[in-house]
């Protein structure tokens, strides 16, 4: 991904303004929304040409030519949307954003354009004759990585709604179950739901926009920012979640299998706390939440890291998820299970501790 750079005044502070550098050209964003009013983004922008070209030319630093790069006008030749020349570029500072900002109103996605007063604030590409990195020219500019605005963006990149893990994802969905969300700006779902793990059908983009609110520290996230499907469902059920169509029927985990025949003896309760470790989207969480905390996933009973063990990350799978808070035979019927309640074991200490439960379970 491309880093995104907030240009300082000379005093150190942010201006409103954004650029990125990709190898030895810097890419000024362009200028837009309503002077003055809250939806303008970049509202500095012409402070901060000035800026840039004038540290370009303190540092020596040679410019070989500027360009609009709209995505308007990216698919034009780039003489026909060219706005500085090679020998141009050594001119004084003040002069060169003279003649980008005269000539870009005259680059136009249609060049037989005869319509006057184009826009002076536009997305422009210079290139430069810098020798080093992308992240010393940015450093050479007085760039300082930007504060992500979310709310100024019209769809998320695909690394943003990544940060809604597993661990995240399930706190949405309990907050949803428990009737904690009143209002939210999602409307109805039209066509698929989501299977919580007790059963109840919730809106998946309305789950997938609290998640990522949650993981971006609670920026607010809307409709807007990401599309149902694709990306979003994806996550939702790497999450552990189903997502069906409305009115349609589904299958419940097959948690049965997991139960091994000498724990059956521990009846019902055993069975239940077994089906809260098998709920996928608990189990998945609390790895999520481990691998945050710690790194990646070990055994919190007998230190074992699979991992550097078996050599290969495979052997996560290794790791299990076990309901340690709460006794079994305490666990009332309802019992709320928090991530904190549970313990990631390796599969060995995990059927021990379960052969120790079993045990206990005959004693009463």
Request: glycine residues 8%.
């Amino acid at each position: 991904m491309t880093n995104i750079y907030q240009v300082t005044a000379e005093d150190g502070s942010r201006l409103d303004a954004h650029f990125s550098v990709e190898q030895k050209d810097i890419i000024l964003a362009s200028r837009g929304g309503a002077k003055g009013q809250r939806d303008q983004v970049n509202a500095d922008y012409t402070k901060a040409l000035l800026l840039l070209i004038g540290r370009l030319a303190h540092a020596a630093i040679p410019i070989s030519g500027a360009w609009v790069d709209s995505k308007t006008v990216q698919s034009l030749p780039l003489s026909a949307r060219s706005i500085l020349s090679r020998h141009e570029g050594s001119l004084p500072p003040e002069q060169i954003c003279s003649l980008l900002s005269s000539r870009m109103k005259d680059v136009r996605s249609d060049p037989d354009s005869t319509a006057k007063g184009g826009n002076s604030t536009k997305r422009i590409r210079i290139a430069t004759g810098f020798g080093g990195s992308s992240e010393e020219l940015a450093t050479q500019l007085g760039g300082v990585a930007a504060e992500a605005d979310f709310r100024s963006m019209k769809r998320l990149p695909a690394d943003v709604l990544r940060r809604a893990t597993p661990e995240f994802i399930w706190r949405a969905v309990q907050q949803y179950v428990q009737g904690k969300v009143p209002d939210d700006p999602f409307g109805p779902s039209t066509d698929y739901d989501l299977i919580a793990d007790d059963g109840q059908r919730l809106r998946p983009k309305a789950v997938f926009g609290l998640a990522l609110s949650m993981a971006l520290g609670g920026e607010p996230i809307g409709p807007r920012h990401f599309t149902a499907g694709g990306l979003c469902f994806t996550l939702l059920q790497e999450a552990g979640y189903q997502i069906v169509p409305k009115g349609e029927a589904y299958e419940s985990p097959d948690t049965e299998s997991y139960i091994d025949r000498e724990w059956r003896e521990g009846a019902a309760k055993l069975k239940s706390h077994l089906k809260r470790e098998r709920a996928p989207g608990l189990a998945k969480a609390k790895k999520a939440q481990y691998r945050r905390t710690h790194g990646r996933l070990s055994c919190e009973r007998c230190g074992l890291d699979p991992v550097a063990h078996y050599k290969a990350e495979e052997a996560e799978a290794c790791i299990e998820v076990h309901h340690s808070a709460t006794h079994v035979s305490e666990m009332a019927e309802g019992h709320k299970t928090t991530l904190d309640d549970l313990q990631c074991l390796c599969a060995n200490c995990h059927r021990l501790v379960h052969r120790i439960l079993s045990l206990e379970k005959k004693k009463e």
